[in-house]
């Protein structure tokens, strides 16, 4: 069975801008590993806000807490891709706060790759079907349990979708 449809390059896909704030906004929302990496501070004292952090001192952060966090994300837990279509309150990019894959030294190496999945699948379907949820809901998907990856529920069979028919032209 061939597809009826032609997908857009990699480049083309990418420029959707729509397409890369769903994508982006996916990332955001599920988290592949909520353990926390730590590092080590520098051999100087690290002032954070009221703190000082003495030199050689183990330090981590999890992704969840910070694209979970209400003063960087506005209501973190809703679904919204628009988010990335518009300035932050400090008038920035919130790309700089999306660290789905990592940051720095610690950045996956597949960061590219896997954004280049994600956009080419989601193509896919979008061009190639109409698809609807099927016995899920947002408890399916909500973390509830932290085992070095985020788990939800224990009865949770994940996303079921169906196809409800093809897309007839584009």
Same mark, same amino acid.
């Given at each position: 069975?061939?597809?009826? !449809?032609?997908?857009?390059?990699?480049?083309?896909?990418?420029?959707?801008?729509?397409?890369?704030?769903?994508?982006?906004?996916?990332?955001?929302?599920?988290?592949?590993?909520?353990?926390?990496?730590?590092? &080590?501070?520098?051999?100087? %004292?690290?002032? !954070?806000?009221?703190?000082?952090?003495?030199?050689?001192?183990?330090?981590?952060?999890?992704?969840?807490? +910070?694209?979970? %966090?209400?003063? +960087?994300?506005?209501?973190?837990?809703?679904?919204?891709?628009?988010?990335?279509?518009?300035?932050?309150?400090?008038?920035?990019?919130?790309?700089? !706060? =999306?660290?789905?894959?990592?940051?720095?030294?610690?950045?996956? &190496?597949?960061?590219?790759?896997?954004?280049?999945?994600?956009?080419?699948?989601?193509?896919?379907?979008?061009?190639?079907?109409?698809?609807?949820?099927?016995?899920?809901?947002?408890?399916?998907?909500?973390?509830?349990?932290?085992? !070095?990856?985020?788990?939800?529920? =224990?009865?949770?069979?994940?996303?079921?979708?169906?196809?409800?028919?093809?897309?007839?032209?584009?």
């Amino acid at each position: 069975m061939g597809i009826s !449809y032609k997908i857009p390059t990699l480049t083309q896909l990418e420029s959707i801008t729509f397409l890369s704030a769903v994508v982006k906004e996916g990332l955001r929302m599920h988290e592949r590993i909520v353990a926390r990496l730590s590092r &080590v501070t520098p051999s100087e %004292n690290l002032k !954070y806000k009221k703190w000082a952090i003495p030199p050689g001192t183990p330090i981590s952060t999890s992704s969840v807490f +910070i694209h979970r %966090n209400p003063d +960087i994300f506005l209501d973190p837990l809703e679904f919204k891709p628009e988010r990335w279509l518009e300035k932050n309150s400090k008038g920035g990019s919130l790309d700089h !706060y =999306l660290v789905a894959f990592g940051k720095g030294t610690r950045n996956c &190496v597949g960061l590219n790759l896997g954004s280049a999945e994600v956009h080419i699948t989601l193509a896919h379907i979008a061009m190639g079907f109409e698809v609807e949820l099927f016995y899920t809901d947002i408890s399916d998907v909500r973390m509830v349990r932290d085992w !070095y990856v985020p788990q939800p529920k =224990l009865e949770s069979v994940g996303v079921q979708a169906r196809v409800v028919g093809k897309v007839k032209s584009i």
